[in-house]
């Protein structure tokens, strides 16, 4: 059982920063694919962000290319997200997954879920 905690939501204006982190129980943490969703209310849960195990492929929503990073430190256990020129739109609860695959799935199919963290962005 993995267990994922994140941290690092808030309040924010338009055209902030904000670095989520979430950090991981597993051992084998390099042989997981990380990734973030979000979930506005009323909306499905959408991708935002997927890494490797190895950190050597990612994947991006088209609604936040250009503006947020994905990374992983897997000496730490810990993923983390960078969002930048942060938009009203990105307003949403985050959330941080795992599963034990060699592909980048952006669909919210993976195995282990974090608790979420609420970001919140002021126009």
């Known amino acids: 059982q993995v267990q994922l905690v994140e941290s690092g939501g808030g309040l924010v204006q338009a055209g902030g920063s904000l670095r989520l982190s979430c950090a991981a129980s597993?051992?084998?943490?390099?042989?997981?694919?990380m990734a973030w969703f979000r979930q506005a209310p009323g909306k499905e849960r959408e991708f935002v962000a997927a890494?490797?195990?190895?950190?050597?492929?990612?994947n991006y929503g088209d609604s936040v290319k250009g503006r947020f990073t994905i990374s992983r430190d897997n000496a730490k256990n810990t993923v983390y997200l960078q969002m930048n020129s942060l938009k009203p739109e990105d307003t949403a609860v985050y959330y941080c997954?795992?599963?034990?695959?060699?592909?980048?799935?952006?669909?919210?199919?993976?195995?282990?879920w974090g608790q979420g963290t609420q970001v919140t962005v002021s126009s």
């Open positions: 890494i490797s195990g190895s950190g050597s492929r990612l």
């Open positions: 997954a795992a599963d034990r695959t060699t592909s980048l799935p952006v669909t919210p199919s993976y195995d282990y």
């Open positions: 597993e051992r084998t943490f390099t042989y997981y694919t």
